[in-house]
């Protein structure tokens, strides 16, 4: 199966929330994550990433948290807004091996 | 910077009939990959090239499917005969060298593909 998982197929929140979108990998030997953004119709955009030697990461709106006890990655998004809506990949790798995504959660922006 | 670039955008072709996609990666980026996405799916592996060499390609179901990379820049990659479920988005993505233990790597709009 894949090493990489998503709690959540489908995500809905209010305008102006936060959202927390979930990641579970099952390769204690990952040490680098990326979180990508895909809308409709397009390619997977580059959001934040963050390498095992941390525990947090902050960009513009966004922080990752990375839990290397229970194998979790979370990707906040502060004030979600309408151009959030998107399907959200996890992604992992461990040296040179090339990305291994996840399923991937929707995040629907309801105003 | 330009990013990744592909064509066409848009396929539609029936099975056992032949599709090439093209790839231009962003300029100085060594390493080229070709995803899979299936509808509903995170995107799949199906090669890598370090410049024209290929690094990786144990997901490339190679009775049907061929890539090559020739000249380090530009890249093709071949179905020959689809099947219905070759039906997806084939994505071209590219990294920068030198990234080593973590490697972020930019992806194209995608060629979509319907077989019918």
């Known amino acids: 199966g894949e090493s990489v998982g998503l709690h959540l197929p489908t995500l809905s929140v209010q305008e102006g929330d936060n959202s927390i979108i979930n990641c579970a990998y099952s390769n204690s030997a990952s040490d680098y994550f990326i979180w990508y953004k895909q809308e409709s119709g397009k390619g997977p955009q580059f959001i934040i990433d963050?390498?095992?030697?941390?525990d947090k990461r902050q960009g513009q709106r966004v922080t990752v948290l990375l839990n290397k006890t229970v194998k979790h990655l979370s990707l906040q998004i502060a004030a979600t807004q309408p151009g959030d809506s998107a399907v959200y990949f996890c992604a992992e790798n461990w040296g040179n091996t090339p990305l291994v995504f996840g399923k991937g959660t929707r995040l629907s922006v309801i105003a | 910077e330009a990013g990744v670039a592909q064509s066409p955008r848009y396929k539609i072709i029936e099975k056992r009939q032949s599709v090439a996609f093209w790839c231009n990666p962003i300029?100085?980026?060594?390493?080229l990959y070709w995803y899979q996405q299936i509808l509903g799916q995170g995107p799949k592996l199906l090669i890598q090239?370090?410049?024209?060499?290929?690094?990786?390609d144990s997901q490339l179901p190679k009775d049907r499917f061929s890539a090559e990379r020739l000249k380090g820049v530009d890249s093709t990659l071949k179905i020959q005969p689809a099947k219905l479920e070759d039906s997806a988005v084939y994505l071209c993505?590219?990294?920068?060298?030198?990234?080593?233990?973590?490697?972020?790597?930019?992806f194209g709009e995608g060629s979509w593909l319907t077989v019918v």
């Open positions: 963050i390498r095992s030697n941390m």
């Open positions: 993505a590219s990294s920068p060298p030198g990234q080593g233990a973590g490697n972020t790597i930019y």
């Open positions: 300029s100085g980026h060594a390493t």
């Open positions: 090239f370090q410049n024209n060499g290929v690094v990786d």
